[in-house]
């Protein structure tokens, strides 16, 4: 893990099934929290972290999302003609001119793990960051992505971050059992993929940010289809950490809104309303009537 990190992974060929009928059209990461797709934010983070090239593993039904950082000639030229500035800018910032995007496509939906394997040609051998854009993770100072980053520069490991969830819901997560180091970083013993309640060794949970070695792809490669017959990133994890012996989990500063449920995006939704002070008293005065 000696390099910077430059390239990061973005699966995002899941089926979206908890956003149905939406995402029958609507890839779930063009859905909105206020004006941005939450892919947009994604993006944003992977940039502040020192990425420049920027891969989507993605299936025949999120053309949406190539189309989205993609040129748009026909609007640009409108906006100019209409000296539309402001838009304009917008339009043309969803990614910096500096950052490449690349587009690798999961034939099936085998996992999280299958999808992260298919984008190794494009990360080849180097260290790289992996979001999950439903994890929008909001922080005003560095992003959570770069906290990582700097953290597997220095300590030469993978990283992972992990957050504190309520001991019922163990079983939606993988929760890692670990031995702290200061405030903010463990060194992980052992991980498991959705353990019960009873039976998870302790209520840290893995979420959707992870700094990994090149090595994650061979152990990939010879991970066999683990929790729901999916091929599980958290298998390939535990066989590096037996291989390495070193490997950290990171309690980032910021805080996560889990938009790939309802209440997630609900939630981001208002909290980002509420950093608008075009929206906050809008919204306050609505929630209030509520
Ligand atoms: P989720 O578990 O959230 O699944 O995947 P999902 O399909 O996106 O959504 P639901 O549960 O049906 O509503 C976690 C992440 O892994 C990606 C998803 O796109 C999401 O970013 N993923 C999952 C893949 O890219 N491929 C897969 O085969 C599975």
Same mark, same amino acid.
């Not at 854009?133 to 953290?151: C, S, T, Y």
């Given at each position: 893990?000696?390099?910077?990190?430059?390239?990061?992974?973005?699966?995002?060929?899941?089926?979206?099934?908890?956003?149905?009928?939406?995402?029958?059209? !609507?890839?779930?990461?063009?859905?909105?929290?206020?004006?941005?797709p939450l892919i947009q934010y994604a993006v944003d983070e992977a940039v502040d972290a020192g990425a420049d090239t920027l891969i989507f593993v993605t299936n025949r039904y999120k053309?949406?999302?190539?189309?989205?950082?993609?040129?748009?000639?026909?609007?640009?030229a409108k906006l100019q003609e209409k000296g539309k500035a402001e838009l304009l800018a917008l339009v043309q910032g969803t990614l910096p001119r500096h950052v490449r995007a690349i587009f690798v496509t999961q034939p099936e939906a085998l996992g999280l793990g299958h999808a992260v394997l298919c984008a190794?040609?494009?990360?080849?051998?180097?260290?790289?960051? !992996?979001?999950?854009?439903?994890?929008?993770?909001?922080?005003?100072?560095?992003?959570?992505?770069?906290?990582?980053?700097?953290?597997?520069?220095?300590e030469q490991a993978g990283v992972i971050a992990v957050e504190e969830v309520p001991h019922d819901q163990t079983d939606k997560y993988g929760i890692v059992d670990a031995s702290a180091v200061d405030d903010r970083s463990a060194r992980i013993r052992h991980m498991v993929e959705k353990p019960k309640p009873a039976e998870a060794p302790s209520n840290l949970a893995v979420v959707?940010?992870? !700094?990994?070695?090149?090595?994650?792809?061979?152990?990939?490669?010879?991970?066999?289809?683990?929790?729901?017959?999916?091929i599980q990133l958290t298998d390939a994890i535990e066989a590096l950490l037996k291989e390495q012996g070193k490997v950290l989990a990171y309690?980032?500063?910021?805080?996560?809104?889990?938009?790939?449920?309802?209440?997630?995006?609900?939630?981001?939704?208002?909290?980002?309303?509420?950093?608008?002070?075009?929206?906050?008293?809008t919204v306050r005065a609505f929630v209030g009537n509520l």
């Open positions: 893990m000696s390099k910077p990190l430059r390239k990061v992974v973005f699966p995002v060929a899941g089926l979206g099934t908890r956003f149905l009928p939406a995402t029958k059209a !609507v890839a779930k990461e063009m859905l909105p929290v206020l004006d941005k053309h949406a999302i190539a189309d989205y950082f993609d040129k748009a000639y026909e609007l640009e190794r040609p494009v990360v080849g051998d180097e260290p790289f960051g !992996v979001i999950l854009p439903d994890d929008l993770i909001w922080n005003d100072g560095r992003g959570a992505l770069r906290q990582m980053a700097e953290l597997a520069e220095a959707g940010r992870y !700094v990994l070695p090149a090595r994650i792809f061979q152990l990939l490669d010879q991970t066999t289809p683990g929790a729901g017959g999916e309690r980032f500063e910021g805080t996560r809104f889990d938009c790939g449920n309802k209440a997630g995006l609900v939630r981001a939704t208002m909290h980002m309303a509420m950093q608008d002070p075009a929206l906050a008293p």
